[in-house]
């Protein structure tokens, strides 16, 4: 039932089996135990090391990754594939030892195969992996070697294969929410962990510290920036509720960012002061591949120094998007920039429809600024689209102005200043119609990148998507490169929120040090777009559920609310929204959650949980709301959006 598996011509064989092997007909040799040369040739000697092992109950991945770790060539075959044979017939004529397993000669060729295919999305063999890398096929390994590819991994030495020789258990490549949650969490089991993070310095020269965009340059300067004008719009709402103001009241930008700021830089001491209680190893250095498992770490002053590390998590986030056109990077700036800016940005065109496009853009118009949004297409690409409409519209309600279907060609100084002026020409998407403007800031929000083509995971063969930058990893945030895995923003297909990224980060890291078998759940994840009008959001949009279950088999409750706190000042009457989506096949489960209103974050937040338990309309009529408050409406839904009733709200 087995055959031999051999680098080269030496069999490699467990040492505390080969008396058994010697002594039997069914010897084991298990994957990833350490092996000695036993110098008996294979064809000489016709010895047969079997790999079977019924008491192993170790699944496909792990069999895979021992013995990718213990060969630098692995070839995974079967006995009759002629490909393989011509694969092994290469690696002789270049006088290159390998190891083979015969996949047909095991009873867990299943396990191991979906293994493979796991890791490397191809299912016919060979199977061929070089320093860990996948390789390929036969055709690939060809090519590899026709190019020089195959002889350069073949060159590249394997570091301190013992993983006690290395320098860390894990190297993190990002200092962001996630990298950090990872790395504290590794420590608390003992862990040599390092973090390398280093924040490259936007078109505008702006940098900052530990902490990722979250705390720097996102969530925290964006809420309390969108708390500063929702300051601006209580003290229009006091006078009704009889507070009489002695002088006119002004906004002071610098005084707002100068306290931001120092509340972010209270945030980074925090961070550094939990790595080093945590003994984190940090270093304020640019990460980057250079062997599999080595990195290359570069400091602001250009020296470079090497590290290895037996683990990797990649945790580089994602930075601004600019338009690639002239005056771009010379003259706008991004989310990056704006937070820090030193003088209050002035009459602002944003360019974008992302969430972060809308949520500057309504603050800033919140703090009285003159505001315009330039819309390519469609408004929270990926959101639910009729509740970003109803943020449109309220936005247009409230002073921004809107320019729809069009897109910037050029951007060019007018005026040196702080901030100066700017003129914008765009066209429209039709290329019929020309747009001029002059505006003292341009903030470009028009998507974000991956940092993942820099930091050379070429080198060490991690995939990623050609076209996003954006790194493919399994169930277990495992990239095709065993050894090292991602988190956040950099993967494909997952939400870039930062609780998920740090929920992820520890998840991991009690999978690979703590034996924890918890996977992060990237289902029913709440989340919310502060805009003026906040929208909180929990599952499927209404597209994506009638896409999903149909739209016969879908029920969509819906009203209109008036937050109590707003009828005195009497505005924005039946303005906030609320409805949930239903599974009609599935008792009603709701699938979809969703809110416009005051503190929508709050509302979601518990509503998420109750999804995770999966709750029905029935719950929700069965729950007594409290009253009076905002939330209070779920519990009272009763118009479906097919019947086509009055939504409005009136009264208590």
Same mark, same amino acid.
């Given at each position: 039932m087995g055959n031999s598996v051999c680098k080269g011509n030496t069999v490699f064989m467990d040492t505390t089996r080969i008396k058994s092997l010697q002594n039997s007909s069914t010897g084991v040799i298990k994957a990833g135990e350490h092996k000695i040369k036993s110098h008996l040739s294979t064809e000489s000697q016709g010895l047969s090391c079997f790999t079977q092992d019924h008491s192993d109950q170790r699944d496909g991945r792990e069999i895979v990754q021992g013995f990718l770790g213990q060969n630098k060539v692995m070839i995974f075959s079967v006995t009759s594939c002629q490909l393989s044979a011509q694969v092994k017939e290469l690696f002789r004529s270049m006088k290159v030892s390998y190891c083979v397993l015969e996949l047909d000669q095991r009873e867990d060729r299943q396990e191991i195969q979906q293994a493979l295919w796991e890791l490397t999305e191809q299912r016919e063999l060979p199977s061929v992996f070089v320093n860990?890398? /996948?390789?390929? =096929?036969? +055709? $690939?390994?060809?090519? *590899? /070697?026709?190019e020089g590819r195959l002889q350069a991994l073949l060159d590249m030495q394997e570091v301190n294969l013992s993983p006690d020789l290395y320098d860390y258990d894990l190297l993190v490549i990002g200092g962001g929410s996630g990298g950090l949650a990872a790395a504290k969490e590794a420590a608390t089991y003992g862990k040599k962990v390092v973090v390398l993070d280093y924040v490259t310095p936007t078109p505008k020269g702006t940098t900052w510290g530990l902490g990722g965009t979250c705390v720097n340059v996102g969530c925290i300067p964006k809420k309390l920036m969108h708390q500063a004008a929702i300051l601006g719009q209580a003290i229009r709402d006091s006078q009704r509720y009889g507070w009489e103001l002695q002088e006119k009241v002004s906004h002071n930008w610098r005084n707002m960012r100068q306290a931001v700021q120092d509340h972010i830089g209270s945030l980074r001491f925090g961070y550094s002061k939990a790595l080093r209680d945590s003994k984190v190893t940090y270093m304020n250095a640019y990460g980057e591949f250079v062997g599999p498992h080595q990195i290359k770490a570069t400091n602001s002053k250009g020296k470079e120094t090497f590290y290895t590390a037996a683990t990797f998590?990649? *945790?580089? &986030? +994602?930075?601004?998007? #600019? @338009?690639?056109?002239p005056g771009d990077k010379e003259y706008c700036i991004t989310s990056d920039d704006l937070f820090s800016l030193p003088q209050s940005?002035?009459?602002? %065109?944003?360019?974008g429809a992302s969430y972060v496009a809308l949520e500057c853009a309504g603050f800033l118009a919140g703090l009285g600024l003159d505001i315009s949004v330039m819309v390519r297409s469609i408004l929270l690409r990926g959101f639910d689209q009729h509740m970003a409409n109803k943020i449109g519209e309220h936005m247009e309600q409230h002073g921004v102005t809107f320019i729809r279907q069009f897109v910037p060609t050029k951007i060019e100084r007018l005026e040196e200043g702080s901030p100066g002026k700017l003129k914008v020409t765009a066209k429209s998407t039709d290329g019929k119609e020309t747009f001029e403007g002059e505006y003292n800031t341009v903030l470009l929000a028009v998507g974000r990148d991956a940092c993942t083509r820099t930091i050379g995971l070429d080198t060490v063969g991690v995939k990623i998507n050609v076209k996003t930058g954006k790194i493919p990893v399994n169930e +277990? +945030?495992?990239?095709?490169?065993? /050894?090292? #895995? *991602?988190? &956040? =923003?950099? @993967?494909? &297909? $997952? %939400?870039? %929120?930062?609780p998920v990224a740090i929920q992820a980060g520890r998840l991991l890291a009690r999978r690979l040090y703590a034996e924890h078998s918890t996977k992060c759940d990237y289902t029913n994840v709440p989340t919310t777009v502060f805009t003026p009008l906040e929208y909180g959001a929990c599952g499927l949009s209404e597209e994506d559920s009638i896409q999903k279950y149909g739209e016969d088999n879908i029920e969509v409750y819906h009203s209109n609310f008036w937050p109590l706190e707003w009828t005195v000042p009497a505005r924005d009457n039946n303005t906030c929204y609320a409805k949930i989506i239903c599974h009609k096949q599935d008792s009603e489960r709701?699938?979809?959650? /969703?809110? %416009? &209103?005051?503190?929508a974050g709050e509302m979601t937040q518990g509503f998420a949980a109750a999804m995770k338990c999966g709750m029905t309309k029935e719950q929700l009529d069965n729950t007594i709301g409290i009253h009076p408050v905002c939330a209070e409406v779920f519990t009272t839904l009763s118009v479906t959006k097919r019947s086509g009733g009055d939504i409005a709200k009136g009264g208590c």
């Open positions: 860990r890398q /996948h390789i390929g =096929d036969w +055709e $690939k390994t060809s090519q *590899a /070697h026709r998590i990649i *945790a580089t &986030g +994602e930075r601004p998007r #600019y @338009l690639g056109i940005p002035g009459r602002t %065109l944003v360019v +277990e +945030e495992q990239t095709n490169v065993p /050894h090292i #895995y *991602a988190i &956040g =923003d950099v @993967l494909e &297909g $997952k %939400l870039e %929120l930062t709701v699938v979809g959650f /969703h809110v %416009l &209103g005051p503190n």
